[in-house]
């Protein structure tokens, strides 16, 4: 739109050109949304192996992911007003850009994020293991992994607001990674307490309906015989 409107305003023979944020988020841009799903899809290949399933890594991704991406992202578009007397250098409050500073760190806020998940599933298909229904389980896994999870959730958030304070040469980086990464984790959180557990009941194997179905199928051959 810019671009187009130029074209019509400035005369014949006139080059446009960007400096500072704009020209860094154009000439690196198109580099996020591959990095962005180059991480995706290896996280989702590390969690196939560690659950041997390809139901939980959905369970997993789905349930944090985009919550996070959300709590993040809100900073870039809306205005917050910060405490009183507290300047920040590259914003106006509560806020910054999506700027190549910010795209780092959404993509370190996924790893991040998604280990709450981990938690509540892995915990979840032990309890299956020892004989739980699978709602049964998940209630389980829910209570017993929310201190863990609120725990290393306040602590990466706490290590990480310092850098939304800061003043000097660098700030603009330093500004950028902490509001995306602290928005990110606590907003994620605060859903993904909520959604993994429905995505778990509606997604990931029932455990005790397979060991029905695998205890049928020795019955059958002892039957049959």
Known sequence: MLEEEARKILPPGSRIDYTGESRQLRQEGGKFLPAMALAVVLIFLALAAQFNSFRDPLVVLAGSVPLAMFGALIFTFLKFAGPPGLTFPLTEGWTTTLNIYSQVGLVTLIGLIAKNGILIVEFANQQQAAGLGKLEAIRAAALTRLRPILMTTIA???GHFPLTLVSGPGAMARNSIGIVLVGGMAIGTLFTL???PSLYVLIAADHE????????????????A
Do not use: D, I, N
């Not at 309906?209 to 049959?224: D, F, G, I, N, S």
């Open 156 to 158: 990466t958030v706490l």
């Open 194 to 196: 909520f959604v993994v």
């Open 209 to 224: 309906k397979q060991r029905a179905a695998e205890a049928a199928l020795v019955e059958a051959p002892a039957t049959a």
